[in-house]
T-cell receptor
Framework: DSGVTQTPKHLITATGQRVTLRCSPRSGDLSVYWYQQSLDQGLQFLIQ???????AKGNILERFSAQQFPDLHSELNLSSLELGDSALYFC?????????????FGPGTRLLVL | AQSVTQLGSHVSVSEGALVLLRCNYSSSVPPYLFWYVQYPNQGLQLLLKYTSAATLVKGINGFEAEFKKSETSFHLTKPSAHMSDAAEYFCAVSLFSSNTGKLIFGQGTTLQVKP
């Protein structure tokens, strides 16, 4: 158990819908990362927050947004869902935000868009 | 731009045999390098990481990796494979000088261990 929790574990929805994925980092970790894992794209970095502020952005679609709240939990919002958004979404956390920090991964949310 | 290449999407070894999973990186500045393991239906778990302190890095479960700058490689090895090592392994890089710890992952290598 990494100490990072993600809810829900599974999500099935239809195209065009909007969903919210939630992540609670390890106690004491200030930085949260979101990654997407799919068969065709592999593991891709989406976005990073540090202490409530956006720190880095990767290949995140405009239909996707995220935020980190004062209690440090984070939410990833996916809207106007398409079939291709079906993937495993991981959250990871680390103590600080910089390079070399060990990231601890949650178990992931498996999203299926029908 | 930094990138990671894992040679071989699928590696099969016999139980007790040497495990060698290959990773090459491309980076214009010194990188941090990581190996993660993903068991079925689970998240990623850190095996080991290179932070420039030592070129030979020992990790959990008997794994180790050696950083070779001249070959831009960070191959993962284990002297004797166990059935429990069957999983997917990811090599990842982050930039030494960056203010973000975002990871760039390779495509992954699935390790099969035969009895």
């Amino acid at each position: 158990d990494s100490g990072v929790t993600q809810t829900p574990k599974h999500l099935i929805t239809a195209t065009g819908q909007r969903v919210t994925l939630r992540c609670s980092p390890r106690s004491g970790d200030l930085s949260v990362y979101w990654y997407q894992q799919s068969l065709d794209q592999g593991l891709q970095f989406l976005i990073q927050y540090y202490n409530g502020e956006e720190r880095a952005k990767g290949n995140i679609l405009e239909r996707f947004s995220a935020q980190q709240f004062p209690d440090l939990h984070s939410e990833l919002n996916l809207s106007s869902l398409e079939l291709g958004d079906s993937a495993l979404y991981f959250c990871a956390s680390s103590v600080e935000a910089g390079a070399g920090e060990t990231q601890y991964f949650g178990p992931g949310t498996r999203l299926l868009v029908l | 731009a930094q990138s990671v290449t894992q040679l071989g999407s699928h590696v099969s070894v016999s139980e007790g045999a040497l495990v060698l999973l290959r990773c090459n990186y491309s980076s214009s500045v010194p990188p941090y390098l990581f190996w993660y393991v993903q068991y079925p239906n689970q998240g990623l778990q850190l095996l080991l990481k290179y932070t420039s302190a030592a070129t030979l890095v020992k990790g959990i479960n008997g794994f180790e990796a050696e950083f070779k700058k001249s070959e831009t490689s960070f191959h993962l090895t284990k002297p004797s494979a166990h059935m429990s090592d069957a999983a997917e392994y990811f090599c990842a890089v982050s930039l030494f000088s960056s203010n973000t710890g975002k990871l760039i992952f390779g495509q992954g290598t699935t390790l099969q261990v035969k009895p």
